[in-house]
């Protein structure tokens, strides 16, 4: 049975979904987790779901009903059951005896789907470092490939199994397989540490912009709004996590504004703690915004249910007091427009659009614009002729009227927003005054 556990992953594997429903849960009938299975290339042979008054603590759904499963198992031959509950390391082991079949939890497939998809340095770091959490304290002999036993007289390099204090009887394999992948978290998180240093340098760059970050639920249409607004050529494809790593891009905005608007990775129901956790820096976008974009995909019959999970996300990162903007994404595609007027009573200040289409985008400029502002101030800013950064910012940052020149002196007549006027104080002009 061990065998099993040496493969998580369920790329082209005949999969049979299980579900777990405690009273009070919410049923959504297996739809996400069957997203979430597709999404990571399995193929998807038969569903159970399964009301329990508690969880079991030996096989979480009971003998009986893991015997049932057993029998679907074998009749559409499938390869791999995933749960849509997270199991621990005894039940997983328990249920693969009774039903003779590989298990996976939610959080085994999430993290699977990571994989998957990591492209960057950091991000295949950041996902082999929660895999590995995940999996230490469930360690049953699934680990032996990451080296090699040398026997009682083993090599003289230091750390090497079989060295002085390990000799003679030798060292049971999980005791040695625990210690390898406690050796090599330490240095995951050594790795990932040197990283978040420098992205964390590169978000303190950018502190005289004014930070947008796109966050939501997985597929809700983050980087096709972010392509939209800046031609970003971000991967765009209609499945959950298509992109993982963050990416940021200026966004001119009118009156020669300038905006810097980040793509974070999408949010899910019950993301896995250690996810987040290994995540933190590729979320300190969202840490440091001035303003989220909350996206939601009203065509989706979830869309509430999404929305508040995302923001449960949101206070996990301590970003529950950002200034937010509610996004409706996909307002032209809705299904049930009962459902849709009630997000809209939920969400009365949500703007609604397309980002496919472009519909309502100047809307959501606009109010972006107005947020970036926080109200219009018409100033007189007297600078020297000199003062390279004063002038540099006011390009950037306000709608310049009138420009001119006294002696070794430089007169604008700006339109500036309320907000930026704290940071143009800062650069210490010569004199600001109310223009006429």
Excluded at 67 to 91: T, Y
Excluded at 272 to 294: C, G, I, Q, R
Aim: some cysteine; glycine content about 6%.
């Amino acid at each position: 049975m061990e065998k099993m556990r040496d493969n998580i992953e369920v790329r082209r594997e005949r999969a049979v979904l299980v579900g777990a429903i405690l009273r009070g849960d919410n049923d959504d009938e297996l739809a996400e987790l069957s997203a979430l299975a597709e999404s990571a290339g399995a193929v998807i042979v038969d569903k159970v779901q399964q009301k329990v008054e508690r969880i079991n603590p030996s096989t979480y759904i009971g003998k009986g009903k893991a015997e049932m499963i057993k029998e679907r198992v074998q009749k559409s031959k499938a390869d791999v059951v995933i749960f849509d509950n997270d199991l621990s390391p005894g039940q997983i082991r328990e249920l693969e005896l009774i039903i003779e079949s590989k298990i996976l939890d939610r959080s085994e497939l999430i993290l699977d789907i990571f994989a998957s998809r990591a492209q960057t340095k950091q991000a295949k770091l950041q996902v082999e470092l929660a895999q590995l959490e995940y999996t230490y304290p469930r360690l049953t002999r699934m680990w032996s490939h990451l080296d090699t036993v040398t026997g009682a007289a083993g090599g003289p390099s230091a750390g090497a199994v079989g060295a002085i204090g390990t000799r003679g009887t030798g060292e049971k394999q999980l005791e040695i397989d625990r210690r390898l992948v406690s050796k090599r978290i330490t240095e995951l998180k050594r790795e990932i540490a040197e990283i978040d240093k420098r992205i964390i340098r590169e978000v303190e760059t950018r502190k005289d912009f004014f930070k947008i970050c796109l966050v939501g639920y997985t597929n809700a249409g983050k980087s096709t709004l972010m392509n939209a607004l800046t031609d970003a050529g971000v991967y765009v494809e209609d499945r959950l996590f298509a992109t993982l790593d963050t990416r940021t891009r200026q966004w001119m905005l009118e009156g020669g504004k300038k905006a810097l608007i980040s793509d974070t990775v999408g949010f899910v129901r019950n993301l896995p703690h250690k996810l987040v956790a290994s995540f933190k820096a590729t979320l300190e976008e969202a840490v440091n915004a001035d303003l989220l974009l909350h996206i939601v995909d009203v065509s989706n019959p979830d869309a509430e249910m999404q929305a508040l999970n995302a923001r449960k996300v949101l206070d996990e990162i301590k970003c529950s007091n950002k200034k937010t903007l509610i996004v409706f994404n996909k307002s032209d595609v809705v299904r049930s427009q009962a459902h849709f007027e009630t997000l809209q009573m939920i969400y009365p200040e949500a703007i609604c659009i397309s980002a496919r289409t472009g519909l309502n985008l100047d809307m959501l400029k606009a109010k972006i614009i107005e947020i970036y502002d926080g109200g219009t101030a018409f100033l007189r800013i007297t600078a020297s002729a000199g003062d390279g950064k004063i002038q540099s910012y006011l390009k950037s940052h306000s709608e310049i009227l009138k420009q001119e020149y006294i002696d070794d002196t430089v007169v604008m007549d700006v339109q500036i927003g309320k907000n930026q006027m704290p940071q143009l104080k800062k650069l210490k002009p010569i004199k600001i005054e109310n223009a006429g």
